[in-house]
């Protein structure tokens, strides 16, 4: 728009309204584009990327029109319209309609530029310089996507960290609250079904006995049993140290069942290893919060562990509990 002003009032302008009126569409395509990112928010990247590419259109077009008007000399046409073309690989994600752009832009170029009335050797030079620019715009466009790949990758990994254990790589404490609030959510608040509370018996006497990386693998296959044998709908996570949590939302499993299946996995490792489990339900009557029920499950667990669990290992620390 300041461009197309500039032009109506300058003296050797032979043609200023025609130019400030190419201006002003250029103004209103861009506008338009970038009001509909701005106040819609797409979430799709093409529509973003098909509002760019009307923007540099239309801003290659008029820069043509300028030309062919002799606003501007050729030369500089060709100058203004190689920076256009590098923008296009600032701005632009994807291969397809970057090529469509840049194979519009040099066929363009080529139907004006041979009308012109310019020397050969100049027809010829605007061509390398053409040329140049495209493939600087795509050097720029492959570098950006590699930057961009690297940038994603690198945010799904912390994404990942802060909601997955790094050992038994199942979710963590906090990925395990951010599941469950999400699926309640989609549920329309529904209730939690179950909740089930596992701790790995004498833990730290089998990373006093056996070694720590003993201790490691025994909480790797406590992971793997449970997010292998669990339930549709349902939750596993490491909540810290040696103790584990499932959240279900269908029919639960009986605390017998979670101990078999846990125990025939751990025991390929370390015999001598088990677990206790406590379920938890919701009350009778109306929901049971999520905080809730882990307390409960967890209380059910130590009392299971101490009225009905039988050491298996020998001579177990008396004060140890966990």
């Known amino acids: 728009m300041i461009i197309g002003l500039l032009a109506l009032i300058d003296p050797e302008n032979v043609h200023p309204v025609r130019y400030f009126a190419g201006c002003v569409a250029v103004g ?3 506008g338009t584009g970038l009001w509909f990112v701005a106040r819609r928010r797409p979430r799709s990247t093409m529509s973003v990327e098909l509002a760019m590419l009307a923007g540099l259109v239309a801003t290659f077009a008029n820069t043509i029109y300028g030309a062919l008007l002799d ?9 203004y319209l190689v920076v256009i073309m590098i923008a296009g690989g600032v701005s632009l994600r994807q291969w397809n309609t970057f090529l469509i752009y840049i194979a519009a832009a040099l066929t363009t170029w080529v139907v004006v530029i041979e009308r012109s009335v310019d020397s050969r050797n100049f027809i010829f030079d605007t061509y390398v310089l053409m040329m140049l620019g495209a493939v600087t ?8 996507k590699s930057e961009r790949k690297r940038v994603t990758a690198l945010n799904q990994e912390l994404r990942a960290a802060a909601s997955h254990d790094q050992l038994t790589g199942i979710l963590n404490r906090n990925g395990l ?12 608040g529904a209730e939690t079904a179950w909740c089930a509370y596992i701790d790995v018996d004498y833990f730290k006497t089998i990373n006093d006995r056996f070694g720590h990386d003993l ?33 279900g939302f269908r029919d639960p499993p ?5 101990e078999e299946m846990v125990n025939a996995e751990i025991r390929k490792v370390e015999p001598s290893a088990s677990v206790s489990v406590g379920l938890a339900l919701p009350e009778p009557g109306g929901p049971t919060e999520l905080p809730e029920l882990l307390k409960r499950a967890d209380q059910r667990m ?8 039988t050491p298996q290992l020998v001579n177990p620390p008396e004060a140890e509990t966990a």
């Open 215 to 247: 201790g490691d693998e025994v909480l790797e296959r406590v992971g793997f049993a449970l997010s292998e044998g669990r339930a549709a709908d349902s939750l596993t996570a490491r909540w810290g140290g040696d103790e584990f949590v499932v959240i």
């Open 28 to 30: 209103l395509v861009t």
């Open 71 to 79: 606003v501007d000399p050729w030369w500089q046409a060709c100058s």
């Open 137 to 144: 715009a795509g050097a720029i466009l492959l570098m950006f």
């Open 177 to 188: 609250l951010q599941a469950a609030d999400a699926i309640t959510r989609d549920r329309q």
């Open 302 to 309: 130590y009392e299971r562990r101490e009225s009905v669990r």
């Open 254 to 258: 009986t605390e017998e069942a979670l």
